[in-house]
């Protein structure tokens, strides 16, 4: 059991989460050097005994200071399933050890620990607690230059509100944001895009509209989170146009798109059956330079070849491979699928080989046999072989199906020597069960060239 230091020695009783009490004011110096937690009853348990060696593990070598106790809620207890709802309570009682004063930082890590609980009756006091005790960020007796008169900054309210946004509690969200103009703490970004997205949520959004005006107007600029949100309720509301000349906007502010942007209005106009807009836009921001070049194509190339359009993809993929946004594997695959089912192997069978040459993907087997079977089919067995030895090249791995499939069409084409071949090579790898198996596959291609020989002397 680790020794406690001093400071924990005297600790009284353990409250419940339930009978915690608001945060006391600083207390003036004690008459001892121990400092208890505040007094709350509740019979010592073991579990009373194992949060003081908890902390007393941590404070051991270490003087009780706002650094040390803020490492303490977010390494420590922020991730123990006992004792984590006893944040509250630690945190009122290192505000009553001597010469202790919270600052900003374990004021807003409280605060955000309160609002993403839902402890939202602990916020208030923790407020005036705030309001009352200035932080000692700053020397003299000056309050901490990101708090205004001893008012909580931008960071404290923006916490807030988010809070009583996740707890569904809009209008309470928005009284924060008023006292916070009262206080005469500037709103940020940050607090602007919280808001925006609740009134979008809440189904209000003509007051979001609004509230982005206001937010210019008050000299704060919108990021691209701002216009995400904006662009997604315009298409909620099935004002599509003008969700994308905000997208264009975003371009004339010098706003890049984010992943998320193109997410959002590529599945808009999906969803609006407007699949080919959504193929021209992309075009359009590709040759512009604005399109993230992490963004994801296989959701579009997907609605493509559901609605037989896999030419149309494959136009948009070369577009976009041309300037610089390279397909995915999952995009890949899709396309060849796309175009091996509607009869484009020749495009299929370019695609791989122009995928496996530029070292984007290493296709999984699966796809990769069932392209060699349709080329083989098609009487072109030959240059399914040659994206076999390229495959190899790139490490793919062919297996027993993909011999299987290269010899049956060396067989249909009477090329017995070939096909010997890869047998040979299926008979090294273990690919042959057995001698019958050796044997049939062998007959096949000497027949084979039997009757295409005959065949030619007619």
């Known amino acids: 059991m680790p020794k406690l230091p001093p400071i924990l020695k005297r600790l009284d009783r353990l409250p419940s989460p339930s009978q915690i009490s608001p945060i006391p004011p600083l207390p003036s110096p004690p008459p001892a050097p121990l400092v208890p937690f505040p007094t709350l009853t509740l019979t010592p348990t073991s579990n009373y005994d194992s ?5 007393g593990a941590y404070f051991t070598t270490r003087p009780v ?4 106790l803020l490492h303490f809620f977010k390494s420590k207890l922020h991730h123990h399933p006992h004792y984590r709802h006893y944040d509250l309570h630690i945190f009122s009682w290192a505000a009553t050890v001597d010469s202790f004063r919270h600052d900003h930082t374990t004021f807003e890590w409280m605060a955000r620990s309160l609002a993403n609980t839902n402890r939202l009756s602990d916020l208030t006091p923790l407020l005036q607690f705030m309001a009352s005790n200035p932080c ?8 901490c230059p990101r708090m205004i008169d001893g008012r909580p900054n931008v960071a404290i309210y923006n916490t807030l509100i988010n809070g009583f946004v996740k707890c569904g509690r809009h209008d309470k969200a928005v009284e924060v944001y008023d006292r916070m103009l009262k206080d005469r703490v500037k709103p940020d970004v940050f607090t602007f895009n919280i808001l925006i997205s609740s009134y979008c949520k809440n189904k209000k959004f003509e007051m979001a509209l609004e509230l982005f005006k206001e937010m210019r107007e008050k000299g704060c600029s919108p990021n691209v989170v701002s216009f995400n949100t904006l662009i997604k309720g315009f298409f909620r509301q099935g004002k599509i146009e003008d969700g994308v000349k905000m997208a264009y906007e975003m371009i004339d502010l010098g706003i890049e798109f984010s992943t998320v942007t193109c997410e959002i209005l590529v599945d808009g106009l999906c969803n609006k059956s407007r699949t080919m807009e959504a193929c021209e836009l992309l075009i359009d921001f590709s040759r512009k330079g604005v399109l993230p070049s992490a963004f994801d194509l296989s959701g579009l190339v997907s609605v493509l070849c559901e609605q037989k359009c896999a030419g149309r993809a494959l136009e948009l993929v070369y577009e976009l491979w041309k300037n610089g946004n390279v397909p995915s594997l999952i995009c890949s695959t899709t396309l060849v699928e796309g175009l091996r089912k509607s009869g484009r192997i020749e495009e299929a069978f370019r695609l791989m080989e122009k995928l496996l040459n530029g070292n984007v993907i290493v296709p999984d087997i699966i796809t990769f046999n069932c392209l060699i079977q349709d080329v083989c089919k098609v009487g072109r067995t030959s240059d399914a072989d040659m994206l076999r030895l390229l495959g190899c090249s790139k490490g793919l791995e062919p297996d ?4 299987n499939n290269l010899v049956s069409g060396y067989t249909a084409e009477g090329k017995s020597k070939e096909g010997e071949v890869l047998v040979e090579e299926m008979l090294d790898k273990d690919f042959i069960p057995d001698l019958a198996t050796y044997n049939t596959l062998m007959n096949g291609l000497s027949n084979s060239r039997r009757r295409h020989r005959n065949s030619s002397c007619k």
């Open 136 to 143: 000692p960020c700053s020397e003299g007796i000056f309050s």
């Open 400 to 403: 027993s199906t993909t011999y």
């Open 51 to 55: 949060l003081l060696n908890f902390l």
């Open 65 to 68: 200071n706002p650094q040390n």
